[in-house]
């Protein structure tokens, strides 16, 4: 449950249907495992072939997950028939990115009606536990609504 | 030629090593083109696997060849034996990633003995021209030296 | 209460012996209203001289006073003797701040050795309700510890 | 010189009226001695009241000049008529502030029709030299054209 209302009652709908047109959300195997009002999860499984050179995986797929996490977030919230786009991102990386998989969870902190902030964490599970891994705080904006 | 000095001569030899142990770089089909003190270009071509919603490159890709080259610029300058490991970045996406090809530029801003702060850019090169699709200011932080 | 434990016994003092000397907070009237370990609030009344074009406090004195939060989040944390230093920010400005008087709050999100990752965020406080009214993530150093 | 053109011919009195309603700028001591198409130049010269606990410029001092100094370069390229908005900064600190004066320098990176970004660096003057102390880079955000 979340503080937001979509304004679009096929939000989940549309949100999905943007992500499985993410190609590189299918090459990294990531899946979008749950959408709420402003609050989107994805998930991925650890794939060697997405490592930097210690073996962890690498701070761009990292951005990857939680920036699509973050857009799809806002898209929950916008309109129907209005597209979200990625202004700027920054992500603060805390700790190895070691584990068997990851989720990345984002959520809206402010939506305005061209500009939305959201924040976004990636954890790590390894063991049963979740460890946070990356944080990002990034700024997304509304078009053709 | 630029306003950096190595202190390590096999500075290229060892970034060069690390690149090369990137798994997502080959997976990307990134290349590592240019390796001066403080400067570094990456280099890769579009495939469509790597692409966001609207057929550009996803910004996580964008992140991660320009986190590398902003990584590796700062490697180029840290004593042997030492290693970089990126805190932060924040990246600005300034128009779409298209383009038949990409090349990330960056630079050491500041180095320091623990922090140095890299600027990087990524270029869409298209018809014989380069367009500024993304600018990074990222926080490396060297260690083990 | 919070998450972290302090290293130091005497964090309080510390931090608030650092405001002390932090000439600018006395220029803008901020007062530490509160220190726990990883958590700071200042606080700060409205006032003309701090403002922007339209009236509003000034991004930079937002900044100000929620990086003075931020960096005293991270103190609180840090061993006895040792310093820290905001190595860089990013702040997003959410709404204008109108208000009769604001409250910073910062908190720690990953306290390390050496690199502690904060949060904070500038509140707004009108005809007794709070408004958010902008937020930050940070990266903290320790030094001399 | 820039590579911009501007498209209100009054670009530099709009921009140094706005300045003038800036009354923490005032404040600062701080004056507006540069305004050219997508970039402009703040100085200040050093005040004790403007400190933090080691007798340099506070960071949020700096983020406020380097942050005025982007949202003019960006109104020196607006349509008449149109105001301009900080949306969000990140500001690495890449050296203690301490000089006699200092200079924050601004230029346009990317003019869109809704967003602009802008990069910013503070320079700190001693014995006749500059130093680095700063870089900002920031999105702004044009209104009400």
Do not use: W
């Amino acid at each position: 449950m979340t503080d937001f209302t979509a304004k679009d009652a096929d939000f989940e709908a549309r949100v999905r249907a943007s992500f499985a047109r993410q190609r590189v959300m299918e090459t990294f195997g990531a899946r979008l495992t749950s959408v709420a009002p402003g609050e989107v999860e994805i998930e991925l499984d650890f794939r060697e072939e997405l490592t930097q050179q210690h073996g962890y995986l690498h701070a761009g797929v990292i951005a990857a997950v939680v920036d699509s996490a973050c857009g799809y977030a806002a898209l929950s919230l916008a309109p129907a028939g209005a597209e979200v786009l990625s202004i700027e991102f920054k992500l603060n990386l805390l700790s190895p990115a070691a584990g068997e998989s990851f989720v990345a969870r984002a959520r809206v902190v402010r939506a305005g009606r061209n500009v939305t902030v959201c924040a976004g964490d990636l954890y790590a599970r390894r063991e049963g536990g979740e460890n946070l891994v990356a944080t990002m705080l990034g700024t997304m904006m509304t078009v053709g609504s």
